[in-house]
């Protein structure tokens, strides 16, 4: 290990080097049930850092795994060896061409951002995996992804029209660049001339070639894209298109070109009821072919009952199911209004041949489309709902020809039966593609060799009886690596490992995935789940949470959290006290100190696993006597530390204005060193102290409302090129021409919500904080008969969860809607606006209307791409500036033509001015400024 680090760190600076084993184990983690196997964590940031990763792996004969987004769940992205990342924006370029038809992306984009892209060409990828949210271009190639809407013809492998790709000898070759071709024709000969051979050898046989045929008619990941030895005959051809599903074991994706499909603007859902699966299989076999279907998903009795017991909002029929009742959810697109009538009509005309359990009916109202796929979408929550703690959930799916999907049905269930599984059966229903998924305990060696037993049937039942595919979409991996040869045969596995071979003659390419000779490979090394806390224990570690994260880049995302937090429990629980005291040293610098607390991880959790809750709990638990006696104390002086607060903003921002940014910086970063860290970091966005709170006219208005500022407004003025006046001024003035009366509630300099209490886990204070505001406020308000508005939405939506219920709570962006827009002129203003909804904002499902409220303001609004928490977390961004940094580094390229921006937090516009480059204000200044 020592020869390797010193090696690799002639390549790669060693910052970007991580050894130490809680940090290898904790960047490893991936959504399958295998734990990681890397020894050593790489981040590269350019081609050049790649070859030169793959030559000291070389050199030391060490295995290598290039990573995405680590979403894929058979094991192909838990690493053994060297696990490498790729960091930076080098890799996440998008580049649209020819209308949409064509697009270049290089691997470290996410899946979702090439159809953002396309979108406006009415065009997107063929591929929709449920992950591409998550997942990374890399990934959804190497994995040879498709998805519930996508057809065989339209995955990744059909869809490929040129590759740039680094083999294992470090050779860089661009299969469209004529150049780049020729070059390597002439180098690699060798090589071209063995895939040309393998090519040979497999159309050689005509029955070998038909089956090949077969099987890639219906969805099949297992193995390499042997397909490619029969639609090509140029070698460089072929390369490229083994490549794709190759899982990291032939070389490393660095862009791909691929061509689109277009995406009819239109659309009709509906979710159907029948009696029985065998109806809802008949029924599919009558559609194939007849009918313009673009999805058509089956759900069996055991995937209803569970959505029945965990899902609020689900259709009456579903409480009171007939046993063995099974549905289907159908969409069909078009280009117009009439084609879409037509495709319905020649649905029901289908429907109306079978049985059903309630009649029919379609809708093509977006927002009741999304309600009824989002049933569908939370089948596996729900299932994974259904296990304990302890257990872990193992997601198979597999593809058997449509024509026999019934038999297959009826097979599974006997599978399930006889090996004690209460399974859902879901799938994509045209393509034969059926997913399950199985609760078990795979820390337990009695259930281990249970899922042994039932994976050697399932083989068997599926290469045997079916010849279908074991692997439809997730890809071999580890999971179905034993099995590869059992799939094909035994000619077919020579031409695979010959390929293997041909690439990689040295197999330091992610060994042990793909190909493994090990007949239990399937079931070594697997995690160990165990119960840590009840707000984190449903966490699969699929990675749907950590696009969002602030601090992705610069400590742990939400399930490396989670994952670490249960190693060192485990650590504890086996007597390691030693290595869980280490261990648990790295998890409170990379994740507990630098979480944001924000919750939007949990809004992306298919389970809604609460991250910030455990955080939070962990803060409170480890919160020393004398923090908490401070915590007392401020609670019990609010309203004097706060004016404190306030005198010395002010203080400090005139010693900004004459000793000047730079000195002053110089300065305040000494101050805070002497400190150990403990003195807050002064930025040049930092603001002044608050203002007075504004006098205002008493029985003028038709209707009264009251106006609770946030503490963090009352303290925190203006910034010092910002020349507006205070924003409850600003705010009262808004409401006095919208024709309010305003209240404030009494007391006022001593209330708070209590939000950045509960930040630092400090929850008895912030509780009895809340109480105190909720009286003040109850009684300000005449017990809920008026409104009430607090100017900042992270302290609104603390109080929409603590506060009274009679109370009606709003925050700026509700409150202008519902009850300023109707009262007001609005004149839009000749300016480009750039707006930050919260992360409160966006956990209120307000930020569609803050977009809509800005519209009615200025000309042009912007919402900046992939910029969701800003990481100031409350007054984090004082004491980390490096999470507010981090998390805003795609900001100011967004913004540049913007005049300024908006929020509807005070902290947070402080950290967006200064990584923005533009001055940011409560969205209320912009509103008052249209309707003026």
């Keep these: 290990m020592k020869k390797l680090i010193k090696d690799m760190q002639g390549v790669v600076p060693a910052e970007r080097i991580y050894d130490h084993p809680a940090l290898v184990a904790t960047y490893a983690v991936d959504a399958s049930y295998f734990a990681p196997k890397a020894k050593l964590i790489v981040d590269v940031m350019n081609l050049d850092e790649v ?50 038809k064509m697009f270049w992306s290089g691997s470290g984009v996410v899946g979702i951002d090439v159809n953002i892209a396309l979108a406006p060409y009415q065009r997107k990828m063929g591929a929709d995996p449920a992950s591409i949210t998550s997942a990374t271009m890399g990934g959804i190639i190497a994995d040879n992804s498709a998805g519930m809407c996508c057809m065989v013809e339209e995955n990744s492998y059909h869809a ?32 071209l001339d063995e895939l040309s051979e393998l090519r040979l050898k497999v159309i050689a046989d005509n029955g070998v070639v038909e089956r090949i045929k077969r099987k890639y008619s219906i969805k099949n990941t297992i193995g ?18 083994l490549m794709v599903g190759s899982e990291g074991t032939l070389g490393f994706i660095h862009e791909v070109l691929m061509e689109t499909i277009p995406t009819p603007p239109m659309r009709s859902v509906a979710l159907m009821f029948f009696p029985s699966l065998n109806v809802v299989t008949d029924i599919v076999l009558t559609m194939k072919g007849t009918c313009n279907i673009d999805a058509a998903e089956v759900l069996d009795y055991n995937c209803l009952i569970a959505l029945q017991n965990n899902l609020k909002e689900i259709p009456d029929i579903m409480r009171n199911l007939q046993e063995g009742a099974c549905a289907m959810l159908i969409e069909t697109k078009a280009w117009s209004f009439e084609e879409l009538e037509q495709n319905v009509d020649g649905i029901f005309e289908v429907l109306n041949r079978f049985p059903a359990l309630c009649e029919h009916s379609f809708t093509s109202v977006e927002t009741e489309c999304e309600k009824l796929w989002n049933i569908r979408r939370a089948i596996y929550p729900a299932i994974a709902n259904y296990r304990e703690a302890d257990e872990y959930v193992l997601t198979e799916d597999i593809n058997i020809p449509v024509s026999r999907l019934a038999e297959g049905c009826e097979a599974f269930q006997e599978l399930f039966t006889r090996h004690g599984f209460t399974v859902g059966i879901m799938g994509h229903a045209f393509h034969g593609n059926l997913h399950f998924s199985i609760p078990l305990k795979i820390a337990d060696s009695k259930e281990v060799a249970r899922l042994q037993g039932f994976m050697v049937d399932l083989v068997n039942l599926i290469t045997e009886r079916f010849d279908g595919s074991l692997k439809a979409e997730h890809g071999t991996g580890r999971a179905m690596a034993p099995f590869v040869r059992k799939e094909w045969g035994d000619l077919l596995y020579e031409v695979i490992c010959g390929v293997k071979k041909v690439f990689d ?43 969002v994260c602030p601090s992705k880049n610069i400590g742990f995302t939400p399930r490396q959290r989670i994952s670490l937090f249960r190693a060192v429990t485990k650590l504890r629980l086996e007597g390691k006290s030693e290595a869980a005291d280490e261990w648990g040293k790295i998890f409170r610098k990379y994740g507990e100190q630098l979480c944001a607390t924000d919750g939007l991880c949990s809004m992306k959790c298919p389970l809604g696993v609460d991250v910030a809750s455990l955080i939070r709990s962990i803060r409170g638990k480890k919160a020393s006597a004398n923090a908490t006696k401070i915590a007392d104390y401020v609670t019990d002086h609010l309203g004097g530390v706060l004016k404190a607060a306030s005198i010395t903003l002010s203080g400090m921002s005139l010693a900004q204005r004459i000793i000047g940014d730079t000195m002053m910086s110089r300065l305040a970063g000494s101050a805070r060193n002497l400190s150990g860290e403990r003195l807050p970091l002064w930025n040049k966005a930092m603001p002044k102290g608050g203002s007075k709170v504004p006098a205002v006219k008493s029985g003028t208005g038709n209707q009264r409302v009251v106006y609770f500022p946030s503490c963090a407004v009352r303290t925190m003025g203006t910034g010092k090129d910002d020349k507006s006046e205070p924003l409850m001024d600003v705010t009262v003035l808004l409401l006095e021409r919208a024709g309010y009366e305003v209240v404030f509630p009494k007391g006022m300099d001593s209330l708070c919500c209590g939000k950045s209490f509960e930040t630092k886990g400090f929850m008895a204070q912030a509780d009895e904080l809340a109480q105190k505001l909720g009286t003040a406020l109850l009684e300000a308000s005449g017990n809920g008969e008026c409104v009430v508005l607090c100017d900042t939405s992270p302290c609104l939506a603390r109080m929409k969860k603590t506060l009274d219920k009679r109370l009606v709570l709003m925050d ?5 809607m519902k009850y300023v827009a109707d009262r007001l002129n609005f004149k839009k203003l000749p300016k480009t606006v750039a707006l930050h909804p919260t992360c409160s904002t966006r956990t209120m499902g307000l930020d569609g209307m803050f977009s809509e409220l800005a519209s009615k303001c200025a000309e042009t609004v912007v919402v900046p791409k992939g910029v969701n928490c800003c990481g100031f977390s409350g007054d984090k961004g004082f004491h980390k500036p490096e999470l507010n940094e981090s998390a805003l580094e795609n900001l100011k390229g967004q913004i540049e ?7 509807v937090s005070r902290t947070c516009e402080i950290g967006l001015t200064l990584h923005g480059g533009k001055n940011y204000r409560n969205i209320l200044y912009l509103v008052e400024e249209a309707t003026r």
């Excluded at 058979?74 to 960091?87: I, K, P």
């Excluded at 029209?161 to 470090?170: C, Q």
């Design 51 to 100: 070859s030169g990763v793959l030559k000291v792996c070389s050199q030391n004969n060490m295995g290598v795994t290039f990573r995405g987004a680590g979403t894929a769940v058979s094991g192909q992205a838990c690493g053994e060896g060297v696990l490498v990342r790729l960091m930076g924006p080098y890799w996440k370029k998008i580049t649209v061409l020819d209308e949409g």
């Design 160 to 191: 490929i029209k040129g590759m740039r790709l680094i083999l294992a000898d470090g050779t860089y070759l661009d299969t469209t660049d004529k150049n780049s071709v020729a070059s390597f024709r002439n180098s690699h000969k060798g090589m």
């Design 224 to 241: 390499y894209t042997l397909n490619s030895f029969v639609d090509y005959e140029d070698p460089v051809d072929i390369l490229m298109h």
């Design 505 to 547: 003659p040295e197999s330091i390419l992610n060994p042990g995935v793909l190909i493994n000779e090990d007949s239990s490979g399937h079931t070594d090394g697997l995690k160990s789940p165990l119960t840590v806390s009840p707000d984190v224990d449903l966490c699969v570690e699929c990675g749907f949470c950590e696009h």
């Design 812 to 816: 700026p962006i509700e409150f202008a």
């Design 897 to 903: 033509h913007c005049d300024e921006g908006y929020s």
